[in-house]
T-cell receptor
Framework: AQSVTQPDIHITVSEGASLELRCNYS??????LFWYVQSPGQGLQLLLK??????LVQGIKGFEAEFKRSQSSFNLRKPSVHWSDAAEYFC??????????????FGTGTQLKVEL | KAGVTQTPRYLIKTRGQQVTLSCSPI?????VSWYQQTPGQGLQFLFE???????NKGNFPGRFSGRQFSNSRSEMNVSTLELGDSALYLC???????????????FGPGTRLTVL
């Protein structure tokens, strides 16, 4: 069964500092990987996704993520954090063509706090 | 283009009652997935419908059910409500039956259900 681990429950960074959120996955085949962001009282917004090809994926709002098969990781990065980036971030894996349809398995999330 | 809409946004019920939540996908999207989000269990997949057929189901009791109409609108029903059913219920819509590099699954703002 597929699973996702986000080892950091809370992270605090200063505005302007760099950010890296960790994500490890467990999946038997080539995974479809996603990062979503959720602001309080809101639904989930897709930041970026990985399907195949280039292992460095660019997303919206200046975020990028790197897929590392050898480490089963898909870490999210941003070179300079803005106060508006404070939110909860979820990594997810999709089953896709193995019969899972659009089902996503999510990690437990990382709450990002930005200090001014 | 209008996003995914969910109604109602907030709902308060008492134990033993039943509830129906509604999700209207983005125009042209035929896949609708439902997720339950709680502080303790995180985001958990409930079920997915595509063209009125349930394609995948998560590990939830039979009290949780859903359906999809010919216009792709979907409803989920929870019978005999329990305190533990208090959660944010999110739906997501997609044009494709599985993730693709070009298609995106969009989430609605959710319905906040409180069971007293």
């Amino acid at each position: 069964a597929q699973s996702v681990t986000q080892p950091d429950i809370h992270i605090t960074v200063s505005e302007g500092a760099s950010l890296e959120l960790r994500c490890n996955y467990s999946y038997g085949a080539t995974p479809y990987l996603f990062w979503y962001v959720q602001s309080p009282g809101q639904g989930l917004q897709l930041l970026l996704k990985y399907f195949s090809g280039d292992t460095l994926v660019q997303g919206i709002k200046g975020f990028e993520a790197e897929f590392k098969r050898s480490q089963s990781s898909f870490n999210l990065r941003k070179p300079s954090v803005h106060w508006s980036d404070a939110a909860e971030y979820f990594c997810a894996v999709g089953a896709g063509l193995t019969g899972g349809g659009n089902k996503l398995t999510f990690g437990t999330g990382t709450q990002l706090k930005v200090e001014l | 283009k209008a996003g995914v809409t969910q109604t109602p946004r907030y709902l308060i019920k008492t134990r033993g009652q039943q509830v129906t939540l509604s999700c209207s996908p983005i125009s042209g999207h035929r896949s609708v997935s439902w997720y339950q989000q709680t502080p303790g269990q995180g985001l958990q997949f409930l079920f997915e419908y595509f063209s009125e057929t349930q394609r995948n189901k998560g590990n939830f009791p039979g009290r949780f059910s859903g359906r999809q109409f010919s216009n792709s609108r979907s409803e989920m029903n929870v019978s005999t409500l329990e305190l533990g059913d208090s959660a944010l219920y999110l739906c997501a819509s997609s044009a494709s039956p599985a993730p693709t590099s070009t298609d995106t699954q969009y989430f609605g703002p959710g319905t906040r259900l409180t069971v007293l």
